[in-house]
């Protein structure tokens, strides 16, 4: 069982529409969560942090559920320029340790005309 | 540009010829990540430096591949007789000390083994 899972879609959805994204993970230990964004071929780049009372930034709005190991991502009022892969990652910070970030595979998202 | 820089861009080699990979931080950056993407994958975690020391190594570090970081700033990862399972997207990442600081990427380089 990978560590960090995600439908990898592609979603294809309208402008304007809402789309929503999960992710679960494994490692009861993990402490820190994320949403990248991956263009392609490009680099990932953060999104947005994911905190335990939920958090929102503008279109996006992620939630944590620690007891179900469940991370989300809405986004409304979706736009052209939202086609990209999105990661879902997490890590587990400790003294001493590398705090490497474990990646999901991606959800795909497509908005059209 | 301050950010994570890596050199070459892309790379293309033929099966069991050595590669060598750069990346230059931000400066002052003193952690330093190694994943390699391949298509359809998320990044997976390679190494990591504090500084110019390396204190931990993924098991998919095989033992043709090295890394070094020796003054602590900017960091090499070599493959060695490359192999056509090799190609992928090589990414350096780079943070600073804080807790919870964020681990910034660099463009990659793209490798193709022939």
């Known amino acids: 069982r990978k560590e960090v899972e995600q439908d990898p879609g592609p979603f294809n959805v309208p402008e304007g529409a809402t789309v929503a994204f999960n992710c679960t993970y494994s490692n009861s230990a993990s402490q820190s969560f994320f949403w990248y964004r991956q263009d392609c071929r490009k680099e990932p780049k953060l999104l947005m942090s994911?905190?335990?009372s939920g958090n929102e930034d503008g279109r996006f709005t992620a939630q944590l559920n620690r007891a179900s190991q469940y991370i989300s991502l809405l986004i409304r009022d979706s736009k052209l320029s939202d086609s990209a892969t999105y990661l879902c990652v997490v890590t587990v910070l400790n003294t001493g340790t590398a705090s490497k970030l474990t990646f999901g595979t991606g959800t795909r998202l497509q908005v059209t005309l | 540009d301050t950010g994570v820089s890596q050199d070459p861009r892309h790379k293309i080699t033929k099966r069991g010829q050595n590669v060598t990979f750069r990346c230059d931080p931000i400066s002052e950056h003193n952690r330093l990540y190694w994943y390699r993407q391949t298509l359809g994958q998320g990044p997976e975690f390679l190494t990591y430096?504090?500084?110019?020391?390396?204190?931990?190594k993924s098991r998919l570090l095989s033992d043709r591949f090295s890394a070094e970081r020796p003054k602590g700033s900017f960091s090499t990862l070599e493959i060695q007789r490359t192999e056509q399972g090799d190609s992928a997207m090589y990414l350096c990442?780079?943070?600073?000390?804080?807790?919870?600081?964020?681990?910034?990427f660099g463009p990659g380089t793209r490798l193709t083994v022939l």
């Open positions: 994911v905190y335990s």
């Open positions: 990442a780079s943070r600073d000390s804080g807790g919870r600081s964020t681990q910034y």
């Open positions: 430096f504090q500084n110019e020391a390396q204190l931990e």
